[in-house]
């Protein structure tokens, strides 16, 4: 079954009693028992409900395994992974460029519980070799990463993470099992925000963790109804609708993103475009290998101060200035004050993350509204600085 396919029919069947070809949102908190213990398969909603089953049978079906626990946001299933995968005393390495919320849970909770956690640049082998250990227990990357949509190359990765006994988790948030199949290069831990492309209306907030096998899902499941961070039946259901049109949906998010990529490159106040399909981006070739597409997002450097950016991000007509991506309807953030703010200004300038970093995500509006948007944006800069000079 071709993948569109399974968006729309993996794990999804009519639903039996009645035949409604939509199944109903199983909103309820328990299960009668035709005896003590003796149930249906189901016995109270934290721990099983069947929308959320359903959901959890699509995901795994999309990234080709066999398992796969939802969770109330990305960063409860990615609590989910470290809790039952990190001990005091296990280190954990992960890639320059992460999620800001992945960088403050491993170093605000886990790292005071005795976790080290090495950030080094991954995809240099020779450096990725050093920071490998006897006592690193994960490999942890997103690929294309928050913010840069820089390229990691997962299946060499994988490689040296497994001959130092680790297990290798990848983030798919940015480019989803549409474009990329992490298990096939190595992954043995997918998780997702959900919140983002799978559920694709900036409606939800959600997350999911996948595994290749059982050992390893395990205490990740056991996590899920012991600590209880699971998603509202009603959340589920409205993932397994948006899911139904994933791929029209990346396609059209790609096509603007290239769209876009192409008409900041040529702007003279554009200093850098971070787009993997570019063939100037550093990890296009790796890109070309580990994808079959490049992705919705697109992030720049402007050429400018940050009042420029200030001024840029907050006046566009059709990129709302907010907090997430991957929605139908466009938006722009300026993750140094936004999204990557929990990391401190030294390390952001270490980790080469400028302050005059722009991040869009491209919706599925029509690319011509798109770029005119971004361009008119671009186009007023100077006019905006002299108004400044002019009132200072
Ligand atoms: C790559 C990535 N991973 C994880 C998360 C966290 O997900 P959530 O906001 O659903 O908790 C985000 C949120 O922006 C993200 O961009």
């Known amino acids: 079954m071709e993948f569109s396919t399974r968006t729309i029919h993996a794990g999804q069947p009519s639903e039996p009693e009645t035949g409604a070809l939509i199944p109903p949102i199983f909103q309820t ?223 059209r998010h790609a096509e603007n993103a290239w769209a876009i990529a192409e008409a900041l490159a040529s702007h003279p106040l554009v200093k850098r475009v971070y787009f993997p399909g570019l063939p100037s981006h550093p990890g296009h070739d790796v890109a070309r290998r580990q994808m079959t597409g490049f992705g919705g997002m697109v992030s720049f450097e402007l050429d400018g101060t940050v009042d420029d950016v200030a001024g840029f991000v907050s006046s566009r007509r059709f990129f709302a200035l907010g907090e997430s991506l991957g929605g139908v309807k466009s938006l722009v953030c300026h993750p140094a004050r936004m999204t990557h703010a929990s990391i401190p200004p030294e390390e952001r300038a270490k980790l080469g993350l400028s302050d005059t970093l722009v991040r869009l995500s491209p919706g599925c509006e029509h690319r011509k509204d798109l770029v005119a948007d971004l361009v008119e944006g671009l186009n007023a800069v100077p006019r905006a600085r002299e108004a400044q000079a002019a009132t200072a």
């Open 29 to 251: 908190s328990t299960f009668e028992q035709d005896a003590p213990g003796c149930h249906r398969g189901f016995d109270y909603s934290r721990t099983n409900n069947p929308t959320r089953a359903r959901l959890e049978a699509v995901l795994a079906d999309l990234e080709g395994v066999a398992y796969c626990a939802a969770f109330a946001s990305g960063l409860a299933a990615e609590n989910a992974v470290l809790q039952a995968w990190l001990r005091p005393g296990d280190e954990i390495v992960i890639g320059l460029d992460v999620y800001g919320g992945t960088y403050r849970i491993l170093n605000r909770v886990f790292q005071p519980q005795g976790c080290t956690v090495r950030q080094v640049d991954i995809s240099n082998p020779a450096v990725l070799e050093s920071a490998l250990g006897p006592h690193t227990r994960l490999v942890w990357l997103e690929s294309p990463t928050n913010p840069r949509l820089l390229i990691y190359d997962i299946a060499a990765i994988s490689a040296s993470a497994h001959a130092h006994g680790a297990l290798v988790v990848v983030d798919n948030t940015f480019a989803t099992p549409c474009f990329q199949q992490p298990f096939q290069l190595g992954a043995d831990i997918v998780v997702h925000s959900v919140t983002k492309y799978l559920a694709g209306h900036s409606d939800l907030i959600q997350g999911a963790v996948l595994a290749r096998d059982f050992a390893t899902f395990e205490p990740i499941k056991f996590l899920q109804n012991a600590t209880g961070a699971v998603p509202a039946p009603f959340d589920c259901w409205l993932t397994l609708r948006g899911l139904k049109t994933l791929e029209l949906r990346m396609e």
